[in-house]
């Protein structure tokens, strides 16, 4: 069956400090992988997402994030953390080849991040 | 704003009555999904629709919820006789439909709380 797994529930990094958070997926094809964030009261907001060509890829508020097929994972990470990145985490997979968005997303647990000042 | 909304931001209710959800996609998006989030878990799909067709529904979805999209905009999300268990946040996203990389944009969500 296909998952996602965070092994991290929460994390604590220094403002200003560099950020990794891990993600591992189980899924028999090529996968369609997604990282949103969610603040207190706010609604999910994408990240970064990964459909094909290169591994590394680029989002918004300067995070980036690898895949890594070998590995089954999908790594968010950020060079230099803000207090404002403080928020919940979740890594997805779109579960159908050619994802259109048709298909539903399956949401790992998440990972909370907490900034300390 | 011209996001996803949903009203209400948050619904307190009493088991065994009925509440109804609603859900504002972007406007001209033609897939909306609903899915439930609680506490400590990512978000669960529930089911989705393209224009007015449900789709697809999980097997989450019990015989006591019950999703319209009637003219392809709006979307409503009914709970019949609610259980505690019931207790979550219901998030709507929708998406444009066309392409193969469509994100889905999620609206803040409605959370339940059930008494």
């Known amino acids: 069956a296909q998952s996602v797994t965070q092994p991290d529930i929460h994390i604590t990094v220094s403002e200003g400090a560099s950020l990794e958070l891990r993600c591992n997926y189980s899924?028999?094809?090529?996968?369609?992988l997604f990282w949103y964030v969610q603040s207190p009261g706010q609604g999910l907001q994408l990240l970064l997402k990964?459909?094909?060509?290169?591994?590394l890829v680029q989002g918004i508020k300067g995070f980036e994030a690898e895949f890594k097929r070998s590995q089954s994972s999908f790594n968010l990470r950020k060079p230099s953390v803000h207090w404002s990145d403080a928020a919940e985490y979740f890594c997805?997979?779109?579960?159908?080849?050619?994802?259109?968005?048709?298909?539903?997303?399956?949401f790992g647990s998440g990972t909370r991040l907490s900034i300390r000042p | 704003d011209t996001g996803v909304s949903q009203d209400p931001r948050h619904k307190i209710t009493k088991r065994g009555q009925n509440v109804t959800f609603r859900c504002d996609p972007i406007?001209?998006?033609?897939?909306l999904y609903w899915y439930r989030q609680t506490l400590g878990q990512g978000p669960e799909f529930l089911t989705y629709?393209?224009?007015?067709?449900?789709?697809?529904k999980s097997r989450l979805l019990s015989d006591r919820f019950s999703a319209e999209r009637p003219k392809g905009s709006f979307s409503t999300l009914e709970i019949q006789r609610t259980e505690q268990g019931d207790s979550a946040m219901y998030l709507c996203?929708?998406?444009?439909?066309?392409?193969?990389?469509?994100?889905?944009?999620f609206g803040p969500g409605t959370r339940l709380t059930v008494l």
């Open positions: 996203a929708s998406s444009p439909g066309q392409g193969d990389n469509n994100e889905q944009f």
């Open positions: 899924y028999g094809a090529t996968p369609y």
């Open positions: 990964y459909f094909s060509g290169d591994t």
């Open positions: 997805a997979v779109g579960l159908s080849p050619g994802y259109s968005s048709a298909s539903k997303i399956i």
């Open positions: 406007s001209e998006h033609n897939r």
């Open positions: 629709f393209q224009n007015e067709a449900q789709l697809e």
